[in-house]
Nanobody, 125 residues
Framework: QVHLVESGGGLVQAGGSLRLSCVTS????????MGWFRQAPGKEREFVAG????????NYEDSVKGRFTISRDNAKNTVYLQMNTLKPEDTAVYYC??????????????????WGQGTQVTVSS
């Protein structure tokens, strides 16, 4: 069983930055494509960013391109999401997720096998 734990969320003013972390255990992290998703109140959970096994390939949702950076440290079984120039519309619960059976960076939530509990990010205007 793969276990994911997010941290790093909080309250920040618009224009500020946060760095989310997601530590995994119970599996073979280096083989997993990792993704970050977010869910705002009343909205569907949406893809934010994804990263390949090696970290050499990434994919971003259009609204976060140029502001967010996903990275991973396979030695620490950890994936990160650096979020800069935050906007009020970035307010959501952020989830990390693991895709264990593909080398492609998937963007659909049902293509990820394991999920963390989420961490709240609130951006005030």
């Amino acid at each position: 069983q793969v276990h994911l734990v997010e941290s790093g969320g909080g309250l920040v003013q618009a224009g500020g930055s946060l760095r989310l972390s997601c530590v995994t255990s119970g599996g073979t992290f280096v083989r997993y494509v990792m993704g970050w998703f977010r869910q705002a109140p009343g909205k569907e959970r949406e893809f934010v960013a994804g990263i390949s096994w090696s970290g050499t390939r990434t994919n971003y949702e259009d609204s976060v391109k140029g502001r967010f950076t996903i990275s991973r440290d396979n030695a620490k079984n950890t994936v990160y999401l650096q979020m800069n120039t935050l906007k009020p519309e970035d307010t959501a619960v952020y989830y990390c997720a693991a895709n264990t059976d593909s080398s492609l960076i998937r963007t659909a939530r049902d293509q990820y096998d394991y999920w963390g509990q989420g961490t709240q990010v609130t951006v005030s205007s």
